[in-house]
């Protein structure tokens, strides 16, 4: 069973342009929202993460976008870059103790110039 | 941030041998590491969870007697692939927490790209 569903599978934006990669979950006790960036051949990279007591993050270009209700969250990256062409991921976790985290599927993005 | 290091970033063998990465916590101190296989163009999948002192906790349909985890410091967890076979090559990605943050963020090693002829 997916816990956590993403969209899209991939992605292609001009330079400059807004990248929006949607994420939803069912489970309801999860409790931490993290985006990882994974360029190939390499290790994930932790890219920004957030807290179901907020909605929104930003962390430069980057914002997550958290809808508890809806039990959905988005990440926006904007002015989008050649650079940011990497794999993304979205993941939940639960709170409290050693807790492991779930990956979603993964968008591929592409920034063309 | 905290770092983690995965050795070796590859490795090939040959079907039958057994293959050991380590995943080591360089700067800070994790009770718990997490184990990720993935196959190309998908997402990580959990393996197992490798606590210090105590056996690993293996996610459905995870060999353990092929996937030999071990943790015996608070810096160090090993996975031994057993008589790895070509269907084992992947890439292999190991995690931590710091422990005094259990429920922060999470650092992932560079991956180990294991190909079995």
């Not at chain 1, 489970?27 to 957030?50: C, E, M, R, S, V």
């Amino acid at each position: 069973q997916q816990q956590v569903k993403q969209s899209p599978q991939s992605l292609i934006v001009q330079k400059g342009g807004i990248s929006i990669i949607n994420c939803a979950y069912e489970n309801t006790a999860f409790d931490y929202f993290p985006w990882y960036q994974q360029f190939p051949g390499k290790g994930p990279a932790l890219l920004i993460a957030i807290r179901p007591d907020v909605s929104e993050k930003k962390e430069g270009r980057f914002t997550i976008s958290f809808n508890k209700s809806a039990k959905q969250f988005s990440l926006h990256i904007m002015d989008s870059q050649p650079g940011d062409s990497a794999t993304y991921f979205c993941a939940a976790s639960k709170a409290g103790g050693y807790q492991k985290v779930t990956f979603g599927t993964g968008t591929k993005l592409q920034v063309i110039p | 941030g905290a770092v983690v290091s995965q050795h070796p970033s590859w490795v090939i063998c040959k079907s039958g041998t057994s293959v050991k990465i380590e995943c080591r916590s360089l700067d800070f101190q994790a009770t718990t590491m997490f184990w990720y296989r993935q196959f190309p163009k998908q997402s990580l999948m959990l393996m197992a969870t490798s606590n210090e002192g105590s056996k690993a906790t293996y996610e459905q349909g995870v060999e353990k007697d092929k996937f030999l985890i071990n943790h015996a410091s608070l810096t160090l967890s090993t996975l031994t692939v057993t008589s790895a076979h070509p269907e084992d090559s992947s890439f292999y990605i190991c995690s931590a927490r710091p422990y005094r943050e259990p429920g922060g963020e999470l650092f992932f090693g560079e991956g180990s790209r294991l190909t079995v002829l």
